[in-house]
T-cell receptor
Framework: QQQVKQSPQSLIVQKGGISIINCAYENTAFDYFPWYQQFPGKGPALLIAIRPDVSEKKEGRFTISFNKSAKQFSLHIMDSQPGDSATYFCAASYNTDKLIFGTGTRLQVFP | GAVVSQHPSRVICKSGTSVKIECRSLDFQATTMFWYRQFPKQSLMLMAT?????????EQGVEKDKFLINHASLTLSTLTVTSAHPEDSSFYICSARDTRGGYGYTFGSGTRLTVV
């Protein structure tokens, strides 16, 4: 119930393309869903986050789509750039408690 | 924005010695901090939740006597790896929750521990 399943494990996208990463959860009590970007040897950095009362949130090239009934949420990276090449983690938490992380997606954007 | 400083970024120690890692919230107070461990090409595994002024809450399977956590002030939490062994070599990351503007979990830059 505490798991957050993330797919795909790795993703290769051409520059300018759309990168899509998906996550699914079981615990309907989760009320906070962030996405983190991590570069090698660095800590994760918050990209964008959403609460279950909205279905979509957009910040620049990054969009979260949230489907409460399906218990799924996804990250869309528009106009993907080589600098976006990193590992992306979805996460979820309940009532300001600990974050539960997905397994991660390694994104490679080729010129 | 919220900033979490973690020190040191890299440390090499000999087997049997202890290593202390510091995590500081620079521009906000954090009553709760979290310590994670990350193996190469894997996700972050929560080790413990550090609460200011009280004992840490450890996740199942994490040895509390091996990984000592102290959260003595609202801006500082420390993780001490005691009697380190090569299998303790890993990337350790702390996180703090900034409640000023909502949830906001901010992560430190991580500490690469190598035990030789």
């Amino acid at each position: 119930q505490q798991q957050v399943k993330q797919s795909p494990q790795s993703l290769i996208v051409q520059k300018g393309g759309i990168s899509i990463i998906n996550c699914a959860y079981e615990n309907t009590a989760f009320d906070y869903f962030p996405w983190y970007q991590q570069f090698p040897g660095k800590g994760p950095a918050l990209l964008i986050a959403i609460r279950p009362d909205v279905s979509e949130k957009k910040e620049g090239r990054f969009t979260i789509s949230f489907n409460k009934s399906a218990k799924q949420f996804s990250l869309h990276i528009m106009d993907s750039q080589p600098g976006d090449s990193a590992t992306y983690f979805c996460a979820a938490s309940y009532n300001t408690d600990k974050l539960i992380f997905g397994t991660g997606t390694r994104l490679q954007v080729f010129p | 924005g919220a900033v979490v400083s973690q020190h040191p970024s890299r440390v090499i120690c000999k087997s049997g010695t202890s290593v202390k890692i510091e995590c500081r919230s620079l521009d906000f107070q954090a009553t709760t901090m979290f310590w994670y461990r990350q193996f190469p090409k894997q996700s972050l595994m929560l080790m413990a939740t550090s609460n200011e002024g009280s004992k840490a809450t450890y996740e199942q399977g994490v040895e509390k006597d091996k990984f000592l956590i102290n959260h003595a002030s609202l801006t500082l939490s420390t993780l001490t790896v005691t009697s380190a062994h090569p299998e303790d070599s890993s990337f350790y990351i702390c996180s703090a929750r900034d409640t000023r503007g909502g949830y906001g979990y901010t992560f430190g830059s991580g500490t690469r521990l190598t035990v030789v």
